[in-house]
Structures are given as structure tokens and as C-alpha cells.
């Protein structure tokens, strides 16, 4: 159940934060907006560290490398909801972003990548991805 809280929580603050930025972007630029909002979470992310922070940084030694262009990801995550959000709006664009991450979390899922188990990619996940695009073209059905 927490799980489940917590994906709500991420959700939400997924859907604001990319309303937010967009609007940020609108008065101060789109790069502009992204050093803003990429610079606070840095400076949230050292306070973390330094006061929950448990970890080991000199595990980093061992990890796959790949892993490292996450902080790659954070870049164009930011910007590409950005531009979709000013390019669909919220709703539409929020849309497609989840469908993307549902197929792509899917693929993972189902050849076991990055270390994950492999969870087979059943009809009901088709028909469900199938669902959600209809509702996406429902909502742009005028």
C-alpha cells in the first residue's frame, strides 16, 4: 500500500512540476527555466545527503556506467515535458508521457533489462496500453 502512496505522490508532483516549469519557461526561457529547477533540486539533493544520506560513494567504483546517464535523463526529461505541455497542454501531454513510460516500463519488464526480473507481456498489458491510447484520443476527440 505504501507503494501505492507513493506513486501517487510521484504522479502528482510529476504533473505539476512539468505545469510549473512550463510556465517558469514562458517568462525566463526554456534552458533558463531548466538551470532554475535543475539547481534546486542539486542544492535539495546536497542537503539531503547530507543530513539522511547513508549511502557510500565509493560504491560508485562498481556500478554499470550506464546508470550514470540518469543525470543525462534528468536534463531531457525536463525539457521535453516542457515542450510537450506547451505543445498539448497538461492533459494531453501528461498522457502520452504516462503511455510512454507504461510501454517502456512494459519492455523492461518483459526481456528483463537493467537487472530486472522478466515479467511476460501478456494481452491484458496490450489491451490495457490499447485502453489508454483511446483515452488519449478521446480527449482530443472535440
Known sequence: MLGVLWSVLAGAAMSLQGVWNTRLSSRVGLYESNLIVQGIAFALSVLAVLFLGKGNFSALADVNKLYLFG?????????????????????VAIS????????????????????????PFGWQKYLGLGLMIA???CFKWK
Open 71 to 91: 543525470g543525462v535523463l534528468g536534463i531531457v526529461i525536463t525539457i521535453t515535458v516542457m515542450l510537450a505541455i506547451k505543445g498539448m497542454g497538461p492533459t
Open 96 to 119: 502520452v508521457i504516462l503511455i510512454a513510460q507504461l510501454l517502456v516500463a512494459a519492455l523492461i519488464d518483459a526481456f528483463g533489462w537493467f537487472g530486472s526480473e522478466k515479467i
Open 135 to 137: 483515452g488519449v484520443l
